[in-house]
């Protein structure tokens, strides 16, 4: 009866992360104490997530990818539940915090991760079968339209004719020479989806998700690297609804379209 | 270094709650598959939070508390939290359910832990020094108007005159016996509070403490027997914004009142 | 640039679940005083969920389901999680349920909705192409098995010769004349994996799926009501965790595999 | 009826971090795409929550508190609810990071906050009553003991002789000339604790609270800044769970010492 019996004691966990001792810390091998002198939050950030530090291009462009997303106004859905968790429980920062970050999935953040899959389906077709990125994009936006589907990382709410951010994105991209086949397919995506459906463009998540396959990493990061930029945002309207505003200050108007009232039969 | 030997196996935890193995699963003491055959789940949430199973007049309690609670509209801040992390993140129900669990504090369906250390405090007034409730509610009331704070578990956003919730829940308390000091200091406080502040009646908060003051739990329960009741609607509010509404339906109108754009200076 | 001018007010969210104001509280339909007064909250679980109060026999499963789910040990992930911060987290009770709540997905109390999902499709093969259910039980274990998936609602860590609380509850449908196709089926893919690859009887999980799917639940429903269960465990044990353990008491025992300390060249 | 009037439209939420529109994103002023090219990560974090860009020197130091609180390792409180999440529930990164983060408070990464408030009351009463730092600090101490607490911000699990960090941070602040009252008093408190109590030196939290409270901030920010640097190690502790392991992984030993089984007395 592995594992069950109540006198087990539990096995360590391994990790290849931090290695933490009374007088050492390390990350993947670096001396935290000297990475606390000279490096950047945004070295460490890519140092968790890569095992080895950032080129000083690729960490430019971790730096853009994070502020890109760090907040995007206090009505997003993430800002919005941080805030209406800070307005209804004042005993926890983290727990507002972590209502912003629950908000945060494929629609709302996390659109980076599937477009990363896209684009490496994408590029893999290119390499796999040689042929043009162009062939490659019309087959999967072809199959996005016979499935119903939406491609991840096109079109936003706000920014419908153009995500601004994009364009400095891949111009640091291009500029530094580490613009790839990622950042080749996501544009070849973008023209097959305006030629056979309509104009729209690349979002956010689906910039920094070709920037990410061009350094290598793998899909998951393009959500979690959204939620880790998102939440310098959240805390800060956090904050701000802790100094500024009242507890309880929000209530949603509702209209009520269900049943009507029932009444009851009186009971003998 | 004990304890953070890398080498060193983790003791097992304690608890006195449930006793599980391959063969069986005990809750306190009793079979779980006995209790699924004859208790109601209100039966097991006491019997989780209180060592034993309730009488019938305490489930009639607990039931009416745990109904009282468990939804007040879908613009309360827990379920607007709720169905904001729906909106954004559709992977994961227990993300959304959670989301609006953690709207909930002492400011937002919390206040029952508030009221019932209040109440203990104002019920341990009278029985040591001997005064009449009356007094002694009034003696907290001025406390709490000399410091500028207001008495959890009185006052409501909606049932400004009166909560319909609390003569349904004294009610019961008074038709089977069990409402007690809890009930009665209560009442006191609201006396108290009328004659020197304003009317402001006890809400759903409050009247639960009450209860569960004279039922022999402790404070925390005040909260955690609020959040039970409120996961029930939480559940249904999130599944209803996943069948009825669209992903990402949600946007907060915000209006921007900081600083003005900063002008660029050029650089050389 | 609708929906993204400032100016712009938001119109009311609409709900069928609760109707409330300041002298009402009705839930579908239900004055709320009115089932606080004679309804149990298990009747109140299923009306928030399915727009009606159950019989007296759906009752009683519910209450058997909600009880069989509510707590399997403090070491149970979604309990072990909910300890953990507590231990870490001593401001928010409602902090620590949610990171218990946090944990719960397919592999850890959602299996019944994808278990759901499973049984609805060989209930429609049966019913479509008007094979016998042992056919249509085959035919989706030899697809899980090309396909090197696991069949959801199978299988128990602890209970792996037999899920006691199984038999519980189909007892109780076939008794009550509410087992319908879908506990049929469920037995008929017990069959069909015990023939095909190994004895691996239903949990908790596949049948609760297999009595909601009877109840007439959608399947996000399996994957609520562990939910709505749990959440009675999760307070019991963060209750448990404040008032007999002290904070930070838990320290997780950690092996580093990862790359070797780097030595740093000298800088001139 | 102000505000529960189901055809009331909600007004506008105001905020001051961010104005969003088509055609601009603007953080506290400043166009979120130069930001993009120019800034880092860091100098974000610290614009979202002071108004202001910092200086070369802030930035290094907040550069050094952010890395050093990312990660302890992967058995810290924080860092191990984020892999139970992800243990059990595999349909959500945000999900597990939220857990992660919810296991932040006062105990664990949040000393942060009430260090700085401690901090910031001693360097009142040394100004106010124009008495010497270590007398204030003595007087707190003395304080502590009498109400039986803890100070915030001293003493480490796993650096109980001294926290590394402690010396780069203050190192840092002492050599740019950013060492004010604050660091100044939380030595003095250091100093006081050892003559009163036990040599129990600062840990990180205490370290970072000095500095905060050196540069300005209000005390949420000791907390807040915890959670942001804390979720780059949630995020990677994370994405390696996820990668590295199986689902379902973690079984907690636990020991069962609650009452023992209940015999039933069978009924007639």
Same mark, same amino acid.
């Given at each position: 009866?592995?594992?069950?019996?109540?006198?087990? $004691?539990?096995?360590?966990?391994?990790?290849?992360?931090?290695?933490?001792?009374?007088?050492?810390?390390?990350?993947?091998?670096?001396?935290?104490?000297?990475?606390?002198?000279?490096?950047?939050?945004?070295?460490?950030?890519?140092?968790?997530?890569?095992? $080895?530090?950032?080129?000083?291009? @690729?960490?430019?462009?971790?730096?853009?990818?994070?502020?890109?997303? &760090?907040?995007?106004?206090?009505? &997003?859905?993430?800002?919005?539940?941080?805030?209406?968790?800070?307005?209804?429980?004042?005993?926890?920062?983290?727990?507002?915090?972590?209502?912003?970050?629950?908000?945060?999935?494929? @629609?709302?953040?996390?659109?980076?991760?599937?477009?990363?899959?896209?684009?490496?389906?994408?590029?893999?077709?290119?390499?796999?079968?040689?042929?043009?990125?162009?062939?490659?994009?019309?087959?999967?936006?072809?199959?996005?339209?016979?499935?119903?589907? *939406?491609?991840?990382?096109?079109?936003?709410?706000?920014?419908?004719?153009?995500?601004? *951010?994009?364009?400095?994105?891949?111009?640091?991209?291009?500029?530094?020479?580490?613009?790839?086949?990622? +950042?080749?397919?996501?544009?070849?995506?973008?023209?097959?989806?305006? @030629? $056979?459906?309509?104009?729209?463009?690349?979002?956010?998540?689906?910039?920094?998700?070709?920037?990410?396959?061009?350094?290598?990493?793998?899909?998951?990061?393009?959500?979690?690297?959204?939620?880790?930029?998102?939440?310098?945002?959240?805390?800060?309207?956090?904050?701000?609804?802790?100094? *500024?505003?009242?507890?309880? $200050?929000?209530?949603?108007?509702?209209?009520?379209?269900? +049943?009507?009232?029932?009444?009851?039969?009186?009971? @003998?």
């Amino acid at each position: 009866m592995k594992g069950h019996n109540p006198d087990t $004691r539990m096995e360590p966990w391994r990790t290849s992360i931090v290695d933490a001792g009374p007088a050492h810390i390390r990350v993947r091998g670096h001396d935290v104490l000297d990475l606390m002198k000279e490096a950047t939050f945004t070295d460490l950030i890519f140092l968790l997530h890569h095992n $080895r530090l950032p080129s000083i291009d @690729e960490r430019r462009l971790f730096d853009a990818i994070l502020i890109g997303v &760090a907040d995007h106004g206090a009505g &997003a859905p993430s800002c919005a539940a941080a805030r209406l968790a800070a307005s209804g429980n004042r005993q926890s920062l983290s727990a507002a915090v972590a209502a912003g970050v629950l908000t945060i999935g494929d @629609e709302h953040g996390g659109a980076g991760s599937g477009c990363m899959d896209l684009i490496a389906d994408g590029v893999g077709r290119v390499r796999r079968d040689g042929i043009p990125p162009a062939t490659a994009a019309g087959v999967l936006v072809d199959e996005a339209i016979a499935s119903g589907s *939406r491609l991840p990382g096109f079109g936003h709410r706000v920014h419908s004719n153009e995500d601004p *951010r994009v364009a400095v994105l891949f111009g640091l991209a291009e500029r530094s020479g580490l613009a790839g086949d990622g +950042v080749r397919f996501a544009r070849a995506l973008e023209d097959a989806l305006a @030629e $056979r459906v309509a104009p729209i463009p690349l979002n956010i998540d689906g910039a920094l998700a070709a920037i990410l396959v061009d350094l290598g990493f793998p899909s998951m990061v393009g959500k979690l690297l959204f939620i880790v930029g998102r939440v310098a945002g959240l805390s800060a309207e956090v904050l701000e609804e802790y100094t *500024r505003e009242k507890p309880m $200050r929000i209530t949603i108007p509702v209209t009520y379209d269900g +049943v009507a009232a029932r009444v009851r039969q009186e009971q @003998e």
